[in-house]
T-cell receptor, first 110, second 116 residues
Framework: SQQGEEDPQALSIQEGENATMNCSYKTSINNLQWYRQNSGRGLVHLILIRSNEREKHSGRLRVTLDTSKKSSSLLITASRAADTASYFCAPNTGGFKTIFGAGTRLFVKA | EAEVAQSPRYKITEKSQAVAFWCDPISGHATLYWYRQILGQGPELLVQFQDESVVDDSQLPKDRFSAERLKGVDSTLKIQPAELGDSAMYLC??????????????FGPGTRLLVL
């Protein structure tokens, strides 16, 4: 089990712009997941990318994974006010525990 | 769509009192997790169950916290006595049987606890 570290800690953009968040981790992984948390709510699973994948899309979300650099990025295109939330990455080594980092707080201004 | 249920959604209590939270995972999910999330931080795993067995409770403050999942379905997390520092969001999550460990977790809405 290991912790992902998200960067930046906070991001403020205008509606319609793209938002990019990064995640770094320390050891080899089986997969990496991204979650979103709206204020005061539970986390929602967004996307899972496996270690043998380099890029994955889901709607306006694009996730990349670079295992040589031990990093991942989450791109939200054409952002909306409803995308305002905290975003967490969760690297999975195949162990029992998921350790969440502090997340990236995204604020999309209408 | 099936969801993880938690109750209560909000709880205000005084320090030294006992408090309990309840979680009902998605039907058929073997793995159940309790997390604590302090404002501005990520969720911290308190305890993980596989069916009715505890898999990991290394971060559970066992002098005051207890968790059970007697029939391998719903679960209760208890704090006794509550302290001011326990004020946080308590999240429950579950994962399906048959998936590899630590694949997608499905979270409930959480219980926000305020200890006065």
């Amino acid at each position: 089990s290991q912790q992902g570290e998200e960067d930046p800690q906070a991001l403020s953009i205008q509606e319609g712009e793209n938002a990019t968040m990064n995640c770094s981790y320390k050891t080899s992984i089986n997969n990496l997941q991204w979650y979103r948390q709206n204020s005061g709510r539970g986390l929602v699973h967004l996307i899972l990318i496996r270690s043998n994948e380099r890029e994955k899309h889901s709607g306006r979300l694009r996730v990349t994974l670079d295992t040589s650099k031990k990093s991942s990025s989450l791109l939200i295109t054409a952002s909306r006010a409803a995308d305002t939330a905290s975003y967490f990455c969760a690297p999975n080594t195949g162990g029992f525990k998921t350790i969440f980092g502090a997340g990236t707080r995204l604020f999309v201004k209408a | 769509e099936a969801e993880v249920a938690q109750s209560p959604r909000y709880k205000i209590t005084e320090k030294s009192q006992a408090v309990a939270f309840w979680c009902d995972p998605i039907s058929g999910h073997a793995t159940l997790y309790w997390y604590r999330q302090i404002l501005g931080q990520g969720p911290e795993l308190l305890v993980q169950f596989q069916d009715e067995s505890v898999v990991d409770d290394s971060q559970l403050p066992k002098d005051r916290f207890s968790a059970e999942r007697l029939k391998g379905v719903d679960s209760t997390l208890k704090i006794q006595p509550a302290e001011l520092g326990d004020s946080a969001m308590y999240l429950c999550a579950s994962s399906p049987r048959g998936e590899r460990k630590q694949e997608t977790q499905y979270f409930g809405p959480g219980t926000r606890l305020l200890v006065l």
